[in-house]
């Protein structure tokens, strides 16, 4: 399995302000995911993260407002800008696991955003 | 493309009696399912999978869940209940690729004593 810790762990915004999310794992993975829990909803796909490549997006979601950074084999940012209310949500990070695991995916503890 | 439908929002059971999760599956190949589970402000758990092996399908904490293809359906179930089981648990269907996941709305199951 792999473990994933992500910063901050929650937050309080202003509207109009951004923040960067922060995703560590501790192997070197291929893809990394950036998923969207709105408060009492599912989890949804934000956009799939590429070591070396752009992300990309899902349906709903574009790059100008949900920028992604993958430096590197075990890292990934996902920022959220010019915040509204409506971004309030939780922020999770996944990756799929490996050898025996292959067919799993593992999250972050999640990072739980409030916009004000 | 692939979808799941969870039936029930909220399922409610006491301490030792019975646990039953309905999940319901659309896809347009062989599909691979999963639970998931959610504990307040905890982060998501995979309770089991099923990928083609076989289909009733054993996975933490004495739950499991047996894909009908049938029925389409990979309802979650535990013979008997405990408090700790209180949380949100998440159906969830992949892409052949085991990359992009869908889950479904969610059960909240409580537990009384």
Redesign the interface.
């Known amino acids: 399995s792999a473990v994933i810790s992500q910063k901050p762990s929650r937050d309080i915004c202003q509207r109009g302000t951004s923040l960067t999310i922060q995703c560590q794992v501790d192997s070197q993975v291929t ?1 990394m ?1 950036w998923y969207r829990q709105q408060p009492g ?5 934000i956009a ?1 993260a590429n070591q070396g490549s752009e992300a990309t997006y899902e349906s709903g979601f574009v790059i100008d407002k949900f920028p992604i950074s993958r430096p590197n084999l075990t890292f990934s940012t996902l920022t959220v800008s010019n915040m509204s209310p409506e971004d309030s949500s939780i922020y ?1 990070c ?1 990756v ?1 696991g490996f050898q025996e695991s ?9 990072t739980r955003l409030t916009v004000l | 493309a692939q979808s799941v439908t969870q039936l029930d929002s909220h399922v409610s059971v006491s301490e030792g009696t019975p646990v039953l999760l309905r999940c319901n599956y659309s896809s347009s190949y062989s599909p691979s399912l999963f639970w998931y589970v959610q504990h307040p402000n905890k982060g998501l758990q995979l309770l089991l999978k099923y990928t083609s092996a076989a289909t009733l399908v054993k996975g933490i904490n004495g739950f499991e869940a047996e894909f009908k293809k049938s029925e389409t359906s990979f309802h979650l179930t535990k013979p008997s209940a405990h408090m700790s089981d209180a949380a949100e648990y998440f159906c969830v269907v992949s892409d052949e690729g085991f990359q992009k996941l869908v889950f479904g709305t969610g059960t909240r199951l409580l537990v009384s004593p």
């Not at chain 1, 909803?41 to 796909?45: A, E, I, N, P, R």
């Not at chain 1, 292959?102 to 999640?110: A, C, I, K, M």
């Open positions: 893809m995911f909803q599912s989890l949804t796909l799939t999770l996944s799929v292959y067919n799993e995916q593992f999250f972050g503890p999640g």
